[in-house]
């Protein structure tokens, strides 16, 4: 639903335009490329990048561990690891792995095509649904729906965008810096940017340690740069892509995020903040839904 709340206004003109056959020839094809550039390009290059830094784990922790000796700050990062590594090579087993691996892939295609569906059928849908409800409501409620679209699809198209501009910037920053599993990090920045408040001291945290084990002007440089970025983002990009779009307090947005990490875990909290934006409109909905009905002559045929 969140895909289609994204995608459903280009795919609604390209049906205008081309119409419905070619509408969902050009949505097949960005998804198929856009899987095949990620398959040939990305995945290897993050998969071996995270392979090099857990191999190379016990070595980052030693120098980390060093160098925050030398600084009267004691961390027990090397037992830490060696722990870890123990428990990961005790739990290993390639049978959950395959099965989780599965059932990842599986769930992925599963979602790419009921989303493809829902887009190319999404006024059909629509109609049928509304066809449930007396004539008299059936506007109001197709006003409701096209507002709740227009509003999640908003911020989540604006996140994208932000999310993209965090995870290459970190990622050049990083690869300049040479600093272990550049991509992987920059990946995490942009996924982790989704999450409010705590996303960009999750990300960062992990860039600073790693840049740490090369060096610690370099871990000040990556220390910097989420700082600055955090501020140009929260009071530069974040006004000028939403354009109001959320209008949440900050008490909301930190009740949305505990609720959702308690819900569905961190896609629950990347997706709470679209969903709490829908909370006052169905609220509104509701308490006008009471009201005397609209002129019957304006509802939906």
Excluded: C
């Excluded at 870890?84 to 395959?98: D, E, I, R």
């Excluded at 599963?110 to 049928?128: N, R, W």
């Excluded at 409501?137 to 197709?142: D, H, P």
């Amino acid at each position: 639903l969140m895909i289609v709340a994204v995608f459903s206004p280009p795919v609604q003109r390209a049906q205008r335009r081309w119409g419905r056959r070619t509408a969902m020839g050009l949505l097949g094809l960005v998804y198929a490329s856009t899987l095949a550039l990620l398959g040939y390009f990305i995945v290897p290059s993050i998969t071996n990048q995270t392979v090099a830094v857990l191999e190379q784990a016990p070595m980052y922790a030693t120098r980390i561990q060093s160098w925050l000796g030398d600084h009267h700050l004691h961390l027990e990062l090397t037992r830490q690891v060696a722990q870890f590594g123990q428990l990961s090579s005790q739990a290993g087993s390639w049978a959950p792995v395959a099965k989780n691996v599965f059932s990842g892939f599986y769930g992925m295609m599963a979602v790419i095509v009921l989303s493809l569906y829902l887009l190319i059928d999404a006024d059909a849908l629509v109609q049928g649904l509304l066809r449930l409800l007396p004539r008299e409501r059936r506007l109001e409620v197709r006003r409701l729906g096209d507002k709740l679209v227009d509003q999640v699809g908003g911020y989540i198209r604006g996140q994208l965008i932000l999310s993209l501009l965090m995870g290459f910037s970190a990622g050049l920053v990083l690869t300049v810096l040479d600093v272990p599993a550049a991509l992987p990090l920059a990946v995490l920045a942009g996924v982790a940017d989704a999450i409010p408040v705590f996303g960009i001291w999750i990300s960062g945290a992990a860039s600073v340690l790693l840049a740490l084990a090369q060096a610690p002007w370099e871990a000040a440089v990556v220390l910097g740069f989420f700082i600055v970025y955090h501020l140009v983002e929260v009071y530069l990009l974040m006004p000028r892509i939403y354009r109001g779009t959320l209008g949440l307090s900050f008490s909301i947005v930190i009740v949305s995020f505990i609720a959702g990490i308690e819900v569905m875990g961190v896609l629950g909290a990347i997706l709470a903040l679209p969903l709490a934006a829908m909370v006052p409109t169905l609220v509104t909905f509701i308490q006008e839904w009471h009201e005397p009905s609209p002129d019957p002559a304006e509802a939906l045929p």
